[in-house]
C-alpha cells in the first residue's frame, strides 16, 4: 500500500498499516492508494453517505482538483503604509467647505472715488477750521468791545487781527477742499449706482463738477445731483429729510457769508463791530451745512450700492371678512323637511 506525503512529494510503502506523518518532512500523508483494497480498509457499511459517480476522468484516492487562474501569478498585495492617528480639530476647519461663484450679473461693482475715511477726514477737518475761526471772531468781537473803554496794545490788536484773517484764509481752502472732495466722492457713487442698475449715467462728468463747484449754481445743481442719486439707490424716501435741512442750512451759510463779504469794507466801529457779529454767525452755519453733508454722506454709505435698501418680509394678511366664533348648526332638524 503507498502513502505519497502531502508536503514533499515522498512516496512511502506502508505495506499493510496506514501511517498518518511523513518520516522525512513530518508532513500529513494521503490517503493509500494501490490496485485493490484490503477488506480491513473498506469503509463500514452505513458509516459514511454513498457519493454519486462523477462524470469524466476519475482521480486515483487522495486527489483532488485544484482552479487555478490561468498566466503569471498574480503580483504580491502592496502593504500599505499606517496613516497613523486620525486628526482631530477644535474647531470645524472653513477650508473647502464653500465655494462661492460670480454670475455675470452680480459682478462687484469697482468704484474709482475716495474713500469713506478720507471724506470724512477732510469734513471733520473743515469743522474744526470753522470752529476755530468762529471763536477767533468771537475773541476780536470782546477786544472790540473792550477798546470802547481802554486802549488796546498795538502788538494785541495786530495778532487779534491777522490771527483773524490768517483763520478766514484757512477756512475757505478747506471749504474748497471739501467741495472737490465731495464731488468726487458723488461722481464715483452715482457711476457706481447706475452700473449696479445697467442704466447709462444722465450727467456728464464735466456737468457734474461744474454744477458742484461753481458758485452760486452749486447751490442749485448739486442737490439735484444728490436727489437723483437716493432716487437711483430707491432710498429717497429716508434720505429726504436730511437733503432738505443740508440745502437750506447751506443756502443760510452762502447769504449770510455774502453779506458778512459785503460789511467787510466799513471803517467805523459800530459797522466793524457788527461784521465781526455777521462773520461768527456765517461760521457757524458754515459749520452746520458741512456737519449736515456729513450726515448725508454718511446715510448713503451706510448700506453698499450692490444692497438693496428694502427688505421684502412676509407677513400674515388680515381680511376683512368676519370670522365665526360659534359652529355651524343646521338650520332645521336633520330628517325634516325645512318649513314653510
Known amino acids: 500500500m503507498i502513502q505519497v ?21 513530518n508532513g500529513t500523508l494521503l490517503a493509500p492508494s494501490g490496485p485493490a483494497a484490503q477488506p480491513e480498509w473498506a469503509p463500514r457499511p452505513g458509516s459514511m453517505p454513498a457519493v454519486p459517480p462523477r462524470s469524466g476522468a476519475s482521480l486515483p484516492a487522495g486527489y483532488r482538483w485544484v482552479a487555478v487562474r490561468p498566466g ?40 474709482a472715488g475716495p474713500s469713506v475715511a478720507a471724506v470724512r477726514a477732510t469734513l471733520l477737518a473743515t469743522m474744526a477750521v470753522l470752529g476755530a475761526a468762529a471763536f477767533i471772531h468771537l475773541l476780536r468781537y470782546v477786544l472790540l468791545i473792550i477798546n470802547r473803554t481802554v486802549l488796546l496794545n498795538r502788538w494785541v490788536a495786530g495778532v487779534a487781527t491777522w490771527v483773524g484773517v490768517a483763520a478766514s484764509v484757512i477756512a475757505v481752502f478747506m471749504v474748497v477742499a471739501s467741495a472737490v472732495v465731495l464731488t468726487n466722492w458723488l461722481i464715483a457713487r452715482r457711476a457706481a449706482a447706475f452700473a449696479h442698475h445697467q442704466r447709462p449715467e444722465p450727467r456728464s462728468t464735466w456737468a457734474l463738477r461744474a454744477g458742484c463747484l461753481i458758485p452760486l449754481v452749486n447751490l442749485a445743481w448739486a442737490p439735484v445731483f444728490v436727489v437723483e442719486l437716493a432716487e437711483i439707490e430707491d432710498r429717497l424716501n429716508g434720505l429726504r429729510r436730511p437733503i432738505v435741512a443740508w440745502w437750506m442750512v447751506w443756502l443760510a451759510s452762502t447769504a449770510l457769508s455774502g453779506f458778512s463779504i459785503a460789511t467787510s469794507f466799513t471803517t467805523d466801529a459800530q459797522g466793524i463791530a457788527d461784521n465781526t457779529v455777521t462773520t461768527i454767525v456765517a461760521y457757524l452755519f458754515g459749520l452746520a451745512a458741512v456737519l449736515l453733508a456729513l ?7 451706510r448700506q453698499p450700492v450692490e444692497r438693496p435698501y428694502k ?30
Request: aromatic fraction near 8%.
Open 5 to 25: 506525503c502531502s508536503q514533499c512529494g515522498t512516496r512511502w510503502n506502508v505495506r499493510d498499516r496506514q501511517r498518518v506523518w511523513c518520516p522525512r518532512c
Open 311 to 340: 427688505r421684502w418680509v412676509m407677513v400674515a394678511v388680515e381680511t376683512d371678512e368676519p370670522k365665526d366664533t360659534d359652529p355651524a348648526c343646521a338650520v332645521e332638524p336633520e330628517g325634516e323637511n325645512p318649513a314653510a
Open 72 to 111: 503569471a501569478p498574480p503580483p504580491p498585495r502592496v502593504r500599505r503604509r499606517p496613516l497613523g492617528p486620525t486628526p482631530r480639530y477644535p474647531v470645524i476647519p472653513r477650508w473647502g467647505l464653500t465655494e462661492y461663484f460670480e454670475s455675470p450679473g452680480e459682478a462687484q461693482v469697482v468704484r
Open 295 to 301: 450726515r448725508v454722506l454718511l446715510g448713503f454709505e
